[in-house]
């Protein structure tokens, strides 16, 4: 199930679709099933990265 695609210099490539899940209300759902809102409320989200300084100070303190 490969597809055709044109990459940024301009040539074609094949490439092999990848399906993205999500977990929704405990379960998880292909993204490629919701809606226009909810698609776009999906892809616009911003994920919580912990750096290095956090993790030193909770094991330092921690109980």
């Known amino acids: 199930m490969s597809e055709i695609f044109v990459n940024k210099?301009?040539?074609?490539v094949e490439r092999t679709r990848c399906e993205i899940y999500t977990r929704v209300m405990g379960y998880?759902?292909?993204v490629t099933s919701f809606n226009i809102g909810k698609?776009?409320?999906?892809?616009?989200?911003?994920?919580?990265?912990?750096?290095n300084a956090n993790a030193e100070f909770s094991a330092q303190f921690a109980c």
Do not use: L
């Not at 210099?9 to 074609?12: L, M, T, V, Y």
């Not at 698609?39 to 750096?51: D, M």
């Open 39 to 51: 698609k776009a409320e999906f892809y616009s989200r911003n994920y919580f990265k912990e750096n």
């Open 28 to 30: 998880h759902r292909p």
């Open 9 to 12: 210099a301009g040539k074609e």
